[in-house]
């Protein structure tokens, strides 16, 4: 509210996203996507591409969450087209990478594969952070293990640890 009244837009749109994150973890669906909605109305006002971005993978990812897969396709697919016209390659892969994730949850793995291999060529040619890299590797692993290509697969897994090691990620 006090954001709001100082008409601090791009604080309200955070604001927004943050209640959302809040209230998905607590499985309150519709009350998050009420807030993310809200988020993308006031988007209109900053004109951000990327900041409208962020809130579209939010959106995609609150639908995943709810299992409405179709919808956070549609919502990651907006976001990647915005991401690919304005934003940095790691953003690009990002994108990709939820794409990839909706394709292999609907069982689709030669879509799957398709998007999570451009994210890898991304990260194959970009320095990007090594945690962000890993990530994108450790999801191309499960789904060649998916597929039964068992040799990609380890050594996807072994790219993905090369990188946490040299981050210094333990986990």
Do not use: C
């Amino acid at each position: 509210s006090i954001r709001e009244e100082l008409g601090l837009t791009r604080s309200q749109i955070l604001t927004h996203e943050n209640i959302a994150r809040v209230l998905s973890q607590k499985s309150q669906f519709d009350e998050a996507l009420d807030h993310l909605n809200t988020a993308l109305q006031l988007q209109s006002q900053i004109t951000d591409p990327l900041a409208e971005a962020s809130t579209l993978t939010e959106m995609g990812n609150l639908n995943l969450q709810k299992g409405n897969i179709a919808e956070a396709l549609r919502r990651y697919l907006m976001a990647l087209k915005l991401r690919q016209s304005f934003g940095q390659d790691e953003d690009v892969a990002k994108s990709l990478t939820n794409i990839g994730l909706a394709y292999r949850k609907l069982g689709m793995y030669k879509s799957s594969l398709k998007y999570m291999e451009q994210a890898h060529d991304i990260i194959d040619a970009k320095e990007l952070n090594t945690n962000d890299a890993a990530y994108i590797l450790q999801n191309l692993g499960h789904i060649y293990q998916d597929v039964k290509q068992f040799n990609k697969a380890i050594g996807t897994y072994k790219e993905a640890l090369a990188l946490k090691e040299k981050g210094w990620d333990e986990s």
